[in-house]
């Protein structure tokens, strides 16, 4: 970026749409954005794939449109083809992208750079990897201002970038504007792409996938973010996402995309009440929370989405359809007019779901057979603490310390699912580590099938490894990738000395066998797996020495619907065959709810209530497990519109000063003076095991707050 003169215009953000125009207004009465029977591929020295196969969507200006489906069923292609930021070989082969009078799709290189940026902005996935790593945040939500802006200065650029940092609900913005991307959480690094995509007050922002790996409150502010710029913008919106939850409470029309084509297109209400299309029917049976309504298995579908090296032939879904006939195999249906629901509901399917049937119940696959009731206690944390030296570098002095696990008790028996939950941060992935044996607790006992760990000797510790296994949130990152699957799954077995070389084949064969993997899948390298066959894999190297206990952490938060039913009934399954335990680490209540049957709840490193599911889940005990339940975005626009929820406020504070008494009290709607002084008790108002350390538990009156 060039140093420019500073003209002395006026400030203020209404002077941040003048700029370069991409082309004459759209005529009255037309979309801000029409795609029109869109086609891209992506060719390679191999294959082509045709990604997009006749994409037709509307947008009106101010209106805000959810994309969903599968992971590689199109979502991204689209919104990636509107700014022209397609993969290398890609290309768009056909079809129109008219945004505000101008045809994007046959604009050259220097039109859309006027475009990204300026009239339209770009949330991306992943902010770490979408910002510059050398650039301060300041500088990089400036740069945007500086290219498209004529006249504009430097100082007057990062006057505006502050005041976006402020606007996008950015702590201490002037401070921030110094720092770099690696400096911040991944929900301020989120609000800096945000930042980012909005400086110029584009006229389109699209949001791919703005929140996959964020916990429930962070997602919350970020949704409530972009609503309220989106209002105050007046601009519309495109939400790529997985998440039905986040489709239900935040769009007003929704796509339904699979395998490069549009199978389903209506309101967002009329797609939550009849769905039509098979496909999106099978969508919302997977969904956790209707099976935790049912007390039933997840929905799976079976089989993957075609590779689209080849225009299928028919239907696209017929091959995973449970009605599919010989008609959907031959032709392939059109995107036709609802006829019973009106103007606006399309969907393409030959055998639709019927008015008045629950679509979950026509889908559902039957339960297995229960798990064995759970046992003795077989894992056992006594005020167990973790803290991490707090310094300035690696030779600096110590000044301070991070509380990391606060003083944890808990008990997990044998077979059953203990579910921890809270916000990124409170200390669930650290508890787990020690759980493991990757660190080391500061105070307090771990006891294992009672045993304290810690006063093993190192060869009862190395051979107590194999008892505890752990399977990771991002199973490409714990793989190595210059390994094949059958050397990895070998790997334990050899630094174990189980068995002949042809012993641990047997062993590796049989797990790919346990978790719906091809035997051939030892020949190939994690790289070659979509992301839920390598979270398989992850799984197999987690039992490969057959343990007692597994941690798992965050294992299914990255993936879509479906392919997360798919592991979470594995999981399942393997418990019941081979008499698993599971510590299950993650911020998705809906998953914990399914698949646990006790529950945990930290906050800031302290455990703040337990309880059988069902009771934690019905009757919440304290004010944070509520506020937790009250900020999940339910896939239901009716409970949405209810209003009747109080989703949590606040940042978090930090775990090197945690406030005095009770950590949760600075966002606690319940608080009083006690809070502030004094530690609150563990007590059971509830009885039968469910537990809650606050002075005003939720099963009392509530009080007003004065703190």
Do not use: W
Request: charged share 25%; aromatic share 4%.
């Amino acid at each position: 970026m060039d140093d420019r003169e500073d003209t002395g215009g006026p400030g203020g953000t209404a002077d941040m749409t003048e700029g370069p125009s991409s082309g004459p207004p759209a005529p009255a009465g037309e979309p801000l954005l029409r795609i029109d029977d869109l086609r891209v591929d992506i060719t390679s020295r191999e294959r082509t794939v045709h990604a997009l196969d006749g994409i037709s969507l509307d947008l009106a200006a101010g209106e805000a449109l959810g994309v969903v489906g599968e992971s590689g069923c199109g979502k991204t292609m689209t919104a990636l083809s509107v700014l022209g930021l397609l993969p290398p070989g890609g290309a768009v082969t056909g079809g129109r992208i008219l945004f505000d009078g101008r045809d994007l799709a046959a604009a050259s290189a220097p039109a859309l750079q006027e475009v990204r940026g300026n009239t339209v902005g770009m949330v991306f996935q992943d902010p770490l990897t979408s910002l510059n790593p050398t650039m301060t945040i300041g500088a990089q939500v400036a740069e945007p201002l500086l290219l498209h802006r004529e006249g504009i200065g430097r100082k007057e650029a990062r006057a505006r970038a502050e005041e976006m940092l402020r606007l996008v609900g950015m702590p201490q913005p002037s401070e921030r504007m110094k720092a770099y991307p690696h400096q911040l959480s991944g929900g301020m690094r989120q609000r800096v792409a945000i930042a980012m995509a909005l400086v110029c007050e584009p006229k389109l922002l699209i949001a791919d996938e703005p929140t996959t790996a964020l916990d429930v409150t962070t997602q919350h502010q970020i949704l409530e973010l972009i609503d309220s710029l989106r209002e105050t913008l007046g601009m519309a919106l495109i939400l790529v996402t997985h998440d039905l939850g986040v489709i239900a409470n935040r769009v007003d029309r929704v796509a339904v995309m699979y395998a490069g084509k549009v199978a389903e297109q209506s309101d967002v209400r009329g797609l939550f009440a009849r769905p039509r299309h098979r496909y999106t029917e099978a969508l919302f049976a997977a969904l956790p929370e209707r099976a935790a309504e049912r007390g039933t298995e997840l929905h799976t579908i079976a089989g993957l989405p075609p590779s689209l090296t080849v225009r299928p032939t028919g239907c696209r879904f017929a091959p995973r359809c449970l009605f599919a006939t010989d008609a959907c195999r031959e032709r392939e249906p059109e995107l036709i007019d609802d006829e019973d629901a009106g103007a606006g509901h399309r969907f393409a399917c030959f055998h639709p779901v019927p008015y008045g049937d629950a679509p979950e119940e026509q889908v559902v696959t039957p339960p297995p057979a229960t798990a064995t009731e759970p046992g003795e206690v077989l894992l056992e944390l006594d005020a167990l603490v973790k803290e991490f030296p707090l310094t300035g570098g690696p030779f600096a002095r110590r000044r301070g310390t991070v509380s990391a696990v606060g003083g944890v008790s808990l008990g997990v028996r044998r077979g059953e699912t203990f579910g921890l939950v809270g916000e990124s941060g409170c200390g669930k992935t650290t508890l787990g580590r020690i759980v493991a044996g990757l660190e080391q607790p500061t105070a307090g006992s771990v006891r294992f099938d009672g045993r304290d760990l810690a006063g093993l000797s190192r060869a009862e510790r190395r051979a107590h490894r194999r008892r505890i296994q752990l399977m990771f949130q991002d199973s490409t990152a714990a793989m190595d990738p210059r390994m094949r699957v059958g050397e990895i799954l070998r790997e334990p077995l050899v630094i174990q000395g189980v068995g002949t070389r042809a012993d641990q084949e047997r062993l590796t064969a049989g797990l790919l066998d346990a978790v719906g993997l091809p035997r051939g899948a030892v020949h190939r390298y994690p790289h070659e797996f979509s992301g839920g066959q390598r979270q398989r894999l992850g799984l197999a190297r987690a039992l490969t020495l057959s343990p007692d206990l597994v941690v798992a952490d965050e294992p299914v938060s990255a993936l879509d619907v479906s392919v997360q039913a798919q592991i979470l009934n594995l999981m399942r399954e393997l418990q019941h065959d081979r008499g698993l335990t599971y510590l299950f680490i993650s911020h998705d209540l809906a998953v914990i709810r399914h698949l646990a049957d006790t529950v945990g709840v930290m906050y800031l490193g302290k455990l703040v209530e337990t309880g059988p599911a069902e009771q934690v889940y019905a009757h919440p005990l304290h004010p944070y497990t509520r506020g937790l339940l009250d900020t999940v975005n339910v896939p239901d626009p009716a409970v949405a519109a209810a209003g009747d929820r109080e989703p949590l406020h606040g940042e978090t504070p930090s775990a090197a000063k945690p406030p005095s008494g009770c950590r949760f009290r600075t966002r606690c709607p319940l608080a009083q003076d006690v809070c502030a002084t004094t530690e609150p008790p563990v007590s059971t108002p509830n009885g039968a095991g469910h537990q809650v350390a606050c002075h005003f538990p939720l099963a009392v009156p509530r009080l007003a707050s004065t703190v």
